[in-house]
C-alpha cells in the first residue's frame, strides 16, 4: 500500500479505536491475520465454550481453525454432517457461550458496530447472551458514519454475502440492492418485493455498551472479508 494511503488509513483506525473505547468496547490494531489470531488464541482460555457467526474473515485469519484445535468447546456450526435439528440447537446453545465470535458488516469511526443479519443469530449473540463476544475486523469495514455503514452493506457486505450463501436476491443477481435505485430515503428497511430471499431481515445499531469491555473489537491491518 502507497505510504501516503497508509497513513491516512491510521488516523482513521486510532479514531475509530478512540471511540469504540468510549463507548465501552475495548479496542485492539494489529497489522496481520496471523497476529489477529495469535491475540485471539491469548484472549481464550481453554476448555471454554465459544461460538461464532458466520464469517469468511474468520476463516480468512485462521481463527476458526484455532477453534477447532480441540482445546475449546467449540460449538461449531460447520461441522460436516450436522442434521438442520442439529445445526439449530448449535445456534441456541451459542447463545449461552462463553466468547462468541464474529465480524462486523461495518464498523464506523463514531464508534458504532453496524451489522445486518438474516436468520438473526449472529446479531441476537451480539446484543445479548454470550459473556464476552470478539469481534475481528479487515480494515475495509471501517466507514466514515451510520450512513456510509448502511451504504456499505447494501453495496458491499449482502450481495456478496448473497452469492455466497446462494441467495435468490436482486443484489446476487444485480450487484447491489434495489433500495439505492428506488428509495435513497430510506436505507435501512427491507424493500417492499422483490426480494423475499433478503438477508436484509434485522439490522442492528452498536452503540455505547452498558457491559463495559463485553465486546472485543479486533481490527485487522488487512482487507478482510465482505
Ligand atoms: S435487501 Fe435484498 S437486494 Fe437489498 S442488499 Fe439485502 S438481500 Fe440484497
Redo the contacts with the bound molecule.
Keep these: 500500500m502507497d505510504a501516503n494511503v497508509e497513513r491516512i488509513l491510521h488516523i482513521r483506525i486510532k479514531r475509530t479505536m478512540a471511540a469504540l473505547e468510549k463507548n465501552n468496547m475495548r479496542a485492539f490494531y494489529v497489522p496481520s491475520s496471523k497476529e489477529a489470531a495469535a491475540l485471539v488464541s491469548t484472549l481464550l482460555e481453554e476448555g471454554e465454550t465459544v461460538a461464532t457467526g458466520g464469517s469468511a474473515t474468520l476463516v480468512q485469519t485462521g481463527i476458526m481453525e484455532i477453534l477447532r484445535s480441540g482445546k475449546y468447546n467449540f460449538l461449531d456450526r460447520g461441522k460436516k454432517g450436522l442434521t438442520p435439528e442439529e445445526t439449530k440447537e448449535i445456534l441456541h446453545k451459542a447463545l449461552l457461550s462463553d466468547t462468541y465470535l464474529t465480524s462486523s458488516n461495518a464498523i464506523t469511526e463514531t464508534g458504532v458496530l453496524y451489522n445486518v443479519d438474516g436468520n438473526s443469530n449472529r446479531v441476537a449473540a451480539m446484543l445479548y447472551g454470550p459473556k464476552r463476544v470478539i469481534v475481528v475486523a479487515g480494515q475495509n469495514k471501517i466507514v466514515p458514519d451510520l450512513s456510509a455503514a448502511v451504504v456499505r452493506v447494501?453495496e458491499t457486505a449482502?450481495?456478496a454475502n448473497?452469492v455466497r450463501l446462494d441467495?435468490d436476491?436482486?443484489?446476487a443477481k444485480n450487484g447491489r440492492?434495489?433500495?439505492p435505485v428506488c428509495d435513497k430515503a430510506d436505507l435501512m428497511t427491507?424493500?417492499a418485493g422483490g426480494?423475499e430471499d433478503?438477508?436484509?431481515c434485522n439490522s442492528v445499531v452498536m452503540g455505547r455498551q452498558r457491559n463495559a469491555d463485553r465486546i472485543i473489537v479486533i481490527i485487522v491491518g488487512e482487507d478482510l472479508g465482505f
Aim: aromatic share 6%.
Design positions: 447494501k449482502a450481495p448473497c441467495k436476491t436482486f443484489c440492492c434495489m433500495r427491507l424493500p426480494c433478503t438477508i436484509c
